[in-house]
């Protein structure tokens, strides 16, 4: 009778996933680090957006309009302001609907100015902290036991000291 030379693989195989193994046990810790890393770039961009969107049309009506009060829109922030104070009073035969929407424009124009320019301002003050978790995981190290021959009271014996 000829034997299948494939007997002893499968009964190496078998007996090697079927013997116990050794299991190393594992502490998983996590460690959290947190870091500064510069100013607040989100502030910083969308304040640089609302100042612009709220700028770039004041430089515009500053340079078409005839009136001299709309010249000072070229000055940031405080522009819209003095353009504001300087306007001059609307005619009496005539309506003041134009005058008051763009006098309530200059001010909706400022407050935007003025908001952009703080957001960039607290956006740069500002520092953005990045946290980073990472898990580690450390072998757990054997339970140990000494056993020491020690004094106790007015004779000797023996202390056990360990770790479980």
Request: hydrophobic share 45%; net charge neutral; proline share 8%.
């Amino acid at each position: 009778m000829k034997r299948s030379p494939w007997i002893p693989v499968v009964l190496a195989i078998a007996g090697a996933i079927l013997l116990p193994r050794i299991a190393h046990a594992q502490q998983v810790t996590q460690e959290t680090t947190t870091q500064s890393t510069g100013p607040d770039v989100g502030l910083v961009a969308s304040g640089i957006v609302v100042f612009g969107v709220a700028y770039v049309p004041s430089v515009v009506v500053a340079g078409a309009s005839g009136l001299n009060a709309d010249r000072t829109l070229v000055v940031p922030i405080a522009g819209p302001w003095i353009d504001f104070a300087a306007r001059p009073p609307c005619a009496p035969a005539t309506s003041c609907n134009q005058e008051n929407t763009s006098r309530v424009l200059l001010v909706v124009d400022g407050v935007f100015q003025a908001v952009g320019a703080l957001t960039v301002l607290d956006g740069l003050l500002s520092r953005v902290h990045e946290s980073t978790t990472t898990t580690v995981a450390r072998p757990i190290t054997a339970p140990t036991l000494h056993l020491e021959p020690t004094h106790v009271g007015t004779g000797y014996g023996m202390a056990a000291i360990g770790s479980f």
